[in-house]
């Protein structure tokens, strides 16, 4: 017997990167292993969910040189950078690619410190990603 499928449990499904990247927002962030590397990430996947034609992408593809993340990196319509800590990793791996980058972040530069853990708090993402969305002119749709 087939398991009935609810509809709003199906996950949102996502435009394709590769397919669309001239009309994206491609967003690239370290997700580091540290307390804002995961929110640098976090906010990344709240601008994807939650703003317009903006999308994360594999930061570790373009690292590994897959020439699809590179091909998406460089049709983009823009390039959006979050990184942890001043280590910008992130920034690192896109520059070294040579792929532009439009608009380039820093969570610490939020007033946030970078703990050794991987707990965070949903204020500090939805403050990290309000900022940066104000700043790149893109619409979010979320209340504060
Ligand atoms: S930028 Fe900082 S938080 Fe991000 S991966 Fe590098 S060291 Fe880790």
Redesign the pocket.
Same mark, same amino acid.
């Given at each position: 017997m087939s398991e009935e499928v609810k509809m709003e449990k199906l996950p949102k499904f996502l435009p394709s990167c590769h397919k669309e990247a001239e009309n994206l927002d491609i967003i690239f962030? &370290?997700?580091?292993?540290?307390s804002?590397?995961k929110i640098?990430h976090e906010v990344g996947v709240l601008l994807t969910n939650a703003g317009q034609n903006a999308r994360l992408c594999c930061t570790t593809a373009v690292a590994a040189g897959s020439e699809m993340h590179l091909d998406i990196g460089k049709r983009a319509r823009k390039v959006i950078v979050i990184?942890?800590?001043?280590?910008? &990793?992130?920034?690192k791996v896109i520059e070294k690619a040579g792929i532009k980058i439009n608009h380039n972040f820093?969570?610490t530069d939020f007033g946030i410190a970078?703990q050794p853990t991987l707990d965070i708090s949903d204020e500090d993402v939805l403050k990290v990603a309000l900022a940066i969305a104000e700043k790149v002119g893109m619409k979010l749709n979320v209340k504060p």
């Open positions: 962030t &370290c997700s580091g292993a540290a804002v590397g640098g990184d942890g800590c001043p280590m910008k &990793c992130a920034t820093t969570v970078k």
